[in-house]
């Protein structure tokens, strides 16, 4: 069963000369993380527009939860759905914690407890501040704290780890795939890189309104990379580097049939380092 269905999609804004869309396929199964990756420009909120129903003005069929976007009522729609957008929505005279709550009076449906939310999306220290002095990071996150609000059975997100630190990006990509496993379709757009690599099952390119190649993202990296190692060497005291083509490797490993798909070096990182040397992490995971 398909979350989103998309078909010959094609949204031309008015005055403009080219499509912003441009014939675009793609379905999204149901539990699944597809993640749509491009430049600025590529098109990629213009799709999220057209799922989220903001854009009604656009040629082919495009089905949300089985339901033409075009039909059905707007009130059903976002019970099912939660939605997360570039520019996040708020009421900026609120709390945070009011924020949620005001939202969670729109739905009909159980919503989670907005303290639980701002914890997982770590905002609880900042709960109680008006919106208004919300940094972009803190906006982006309490925009995913909305969305998340009332369980929906899909998530639209339009870059949901934009303006946020290595760290609050990554646990952003966590609860994505927490969700995912728990049985949320999500749709994210995204031109990070690591958000593609990390959240996503599969990934759609997309570049001026049509789709370059939909996959798995190690897939697209098996099917399309030019995978070989690299080996650093010293002889006569001199670092010499090489580049080995798998094939090669497969040969003098005998592997008897088998193909090398991939191949990572195990030397310490520094962070491995210091924390040998000094019991601490700088950074990360601890
Ligand atoms: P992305 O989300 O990948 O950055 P967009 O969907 O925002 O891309 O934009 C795709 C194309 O449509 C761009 O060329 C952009 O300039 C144009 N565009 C976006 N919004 C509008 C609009 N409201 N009116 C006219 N053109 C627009």
Redesign the pocket.
């Known amino acids: 069963m398909n979350a989103i269905e998309v078909r010959g999609l094609t ?1 031309r ?4 000369s ?1 499509p ?2 441009d014939g675009m396929d793609f379905t999204v199964r149901t539990g699944e993380v597809l993640g ?1 990756l ?12 057209v799922l989220t129903r903001r854009i009604r003005r656009f040629t082919g069929s495009v089905r949300v939860l089985g339901v033409p976007v075009a039909r059905g009522r707007d009130r059903d729609f976002f019970e099912r759905v939660g939605v997360g957008f ?1 520019l996040p929505a708020h009421l900026p005279a609120l709390t945070a914690r009011e924020n949620l709550a005001a939202f969670a009076a729109l739905h009909r449906g159980p919503t989670d407890d907005p303290a639980d939310l701002l914890d997982l999306l770590d905002l609880a220290e900042a709960a109680d501040r008006r919106t208004a002095e919300f940094s972009k990071g803190m906006l982006v996150r309490l925009n995913l704290a909305r969305a998340l609000l009332h369980r929906p059975a899909l998530l639209l997100l ?2 949901p780890t934009s303006g946020l630190d290595p760290v609050r990006a990554e646990a952003v990509r966590r609860i994505l795939r927490d969700r995912a496993r728990a049985g949320t379709t999500v749709l994210v ?1 995204t ?1 990070d890189m690591r958000t593609a690599e990390h959240a996503c099952d599969r990934v759609a390119f ?1 570049v001026d ?1 049509r789709i370059a190649a939909l996959d798995g993202p190690r897939d697209l990296r098996l099917a399309h990379g030019n995978p070989g190692a690299v080996v650093e060497l010293r002889r006569d005291g001199a670092l010499e580097r090489r580049e080995l083509p798998l094939a090669d490797l497969e040969s003098a490993l005998g592997l008897g049939g088998a193909r090398l798909e991939t191949v990572h070096s195990r030397e310490a990182t520094l962070d491995d380092v210091f924390a040998r040397l000094t019991g601490r992490r700088i950074g990360g995971e601890p």
């Open positions: 949204v804004y008015r005055g403009a080219a912003a869309v749509l491009g430049p600025s420009g590529a098109g990629k909120s213009t799709v999220h527009r570039e339009d870059e757009t031109h997309v309104g």
